[in-house]
């Protein structure tokens, strides 16, 4: 069963959540806007359905609401960051507007994002840099319960660990791919089995280290105290570019890597490294437009597999169901939706 929300009710009732949970009133929108664009753009993995820990988070003291993003080191085209365990989409949209600014001054800039709390759907912060005419490259690392076995192992050894490209396109929207390093991300196993579904083969292994499509392995802990863990997409070549994001995203940053024991507390947090290039001050901006362009067209003019309708580029099917989900509204399963009704009575507000 499902309840069908109007994006902008939804946004009203998870910015009432957040602000009983101590956050300003422009905090509690610019979260609960993100969070409900997210759902819009299909992934709800990303979208309210966090609201409930995040709420567990503050009250465990692992988030802190208000905080901004702080300056370590200014370099130019150099920035060193910390997110001090604000929320993300705040302190991922403070630092994406210093290493824009950056950017278009130096021609590109290095931005090294230490210790922010859950920065949500990466794809919003390459949709920043797209709509400035720069190129982005953003590496993440995720610190919470590590959920993905390494290739070849059989337990949870890291997170999700995003990696997103975002790329203007003259003319056109944007090419922005935005994907967890995971075969599948963690938050769609939690919609999964709040929905009472079965996953496709391939995707989980329990905490056996042996094959599932029960997603509730690495939602909820087993029998024996444990989880099950995700599978890194594309074999060894998905797991080499999670390790690459932990590497980048977490020892570069200074943010860190994980390399310990789970633990119990409900925070996530996120390390990104982001490049910024600006195509002008490289002096190829007439030839990347043009090229581009060309390679997308070359794309579109290949003829339909069948059950597909045409040729896509990532940011597409987003930028499609944004539509659909304005006008129809946004379908929340009853069970998230209880977590969000249970999530607001823990900071005292009756929704």
Avoid at 44 to 50: A, L, P, R, W
Avoid at 74 to 85: H, K, T, V
Wanted: aromatic share 6%; glycine share 12%; hydrophobic share 40%.
């Amino acid at each position: 069963m499902q309840k069908v929300i109007p994006a902008h009710t939804l946004r009203e009732q998870c910015a009432s959540i957040l602000v009983a949970a101590s956050s300003s009133a422009e905090e509690a929108d610019k979260v609960a806007s993100n969070l409900v664009m997210a759902n819009l753009s299909g992934h709800d993995s990303h979208g309210v359905g966090m609201l409930p820990r995040y709420v567990d988070a503050v009250l465990e003291g692992g988030l802190s609401p208000n905080a901004s993003v702080q300056i370590v080191l200014d370099a130019g085209a150099l920035l060193s960051l910390n997110g001090q365990r604000g929320y993300g989409q705040v302190i991922g949209e403070q630092a994406m507007l210093l290493g824009i600014a950056r950017a278009k001054t130096h021609g590109s800039c290095i931005l090294a994002l230490a210790e922010s709390h859950h920065l949500g759907r990466i794809g919003h912060f390459a949709e920043m840099a797209v709509a400035q005419g720069l190129v982005s490259l953003h590496f993440v690392n995720v610190k919470s319960r590590p959920v993905v076995a390494p290739w070849g192992g059989t337990d949870g050894r890291f997170g999700t660990n995003p990696c997103c490209i975002g790329v203007p396109l003259k003319d056109q929207p944007p090419f922005v791919l935005d994907f967890a390093t995971s075969r599948v991300a963690q938050g769609k196993m939690r919609v999964a089995y709040n929905q009472g579904k079965s996953v496709q083969p391939g995707l989980l292994m329990d905490e056996q280290g042996q094959p599932t499509t029960n997603p509730g392995v690495v939602v909820v802990p087993q029998a024996n105290g444990f989880f099950g863990a995700l599978m890194p997409f594309g074999e060894h070549k998905g797991y080499g570019l999670a390790v690459a994001c932990e590497l980048l995203g977490g020892a570069l940053t200074g943010g860190g890597t994980w390399h310990s024991p789970s633990v119990q507390g409900r925070a996530i947090i996120n390390s990104m490294l982001t490049v910024l290039i600006d195509p002008a001050r490289l002096g190829t901006q007439t030839a990347f437009d043009t090229e581009a362009r060309a390679f997308v067209d070359w794309l579109r003019q290949s003829p339909p597999a069948d059950g597909f309708d045409s040729v896509q580029i990532a940011g597409e099917p987003e930028r499609a169901m944004r539509l659909q989900r304005e006008q129809d509204g946004i379908e929340v399963d009853l069970q998230t939706w209880q977590e969000i009704v249970e999530a607001a009575g823990k900071v005292g507000l009756d929704i």
